[in-house]
């Protein structure tokens, strides 16, 4: 009886190191990735492009926004424009501000680099998740009911692009009865795609 059962201790040790062995070299795995089908490929394709097409509306859009300011700055008589140091250490940017007196930062218009930027889509107001992001279906700057969303098409206090100089460049907003919001096509193109994701 106590043969027995030392075997059978002796059997369960021996399997237990066998199922911990470390898999030989080209032995197949349960775990080992499936090999990539066409579907996936196509899939990752497709995903890069959609990334490449909507990086290049946000630079034509960011593009558009600062022709805008420059020629506000131009026709209203502002300050001269900004020098080196300026923009290197970003005070010099268009801001996104929100809130029903525009009290709140929502991110800054610049390079998708800046954690503070809203093409930064890791970054607090890129992020689908965070409460300060225009990208948020569920925070009050980018659902579809709040009146102080972007997105939202009867908003009355939407977001207000501005320039670090003080300069309304005019509401974000898909509103198209507000007289105060921005039309330039690129931008109101980038703002119906992301408002749309």
């Not at 040790?13 to 775990?31: D, E, F, K, S």
């Not at 490929?41 to 600062?66: F, P």
């Not at 300050?79 to 991110?107: C, Q, T, W």
């Not at 501005?162 to 919001?181: I, P």
Request: charged share 25%; glycine share 8%; aromatic share 4%.
């Amino acid at each position: 009886m106590q043969t027995r059962s030392s075997w059978v201790v002796w059997a369960l040790a021996v399997g237990w190191l066998v199922g911990c062995a470390p898999a030989q070299a080209g032995a197949p795995t349960a775990a080992s990735p499936p090999p990539s089908t066409p579907r996936d490929r196509d899939i990752a394709r497709d995903q890069r492009a959609l990334e490449r097409r909507l990086q290049k509306l946000e630079k034509q859009a960011l593009s558009e926004l600062r022709r805008l300011r420059d020629s506000r700055q131009a026709t209203t008589g502002a300050a001269e424009p900004p020098g080196d140091d300026d923009v290197a250490s970003g005070d010099y940017e268009l801001m996104i501000l929100g809130g029903r007196k525009h009290e709140a930062f929502l991110g800054c218009l610049c390079d998708q680099q800046r954690p503070d930027s809203v093409f930064n889509m890791l970054g607090e107001h890129g992020s689908h998740a965070s409460p300060s992001s225009i990208r948020n279906k569920f925070a009050p700057y980018g659902s579809n009911h709040d009146d102080t969303s972007a997105c939202n098409a009867e908003a009355t206090h939407p977001p207000v692009v501005m320039s670090s100089d003080g300069k309304s460049l005019g509401l974000l907003t898909l509103n198209a009865s507000l007289e105060r919001r921005i039309t330039a096509p690129s931008v109101a193109d980038w703002l119906s795609r992301m408002c749309g994701e």
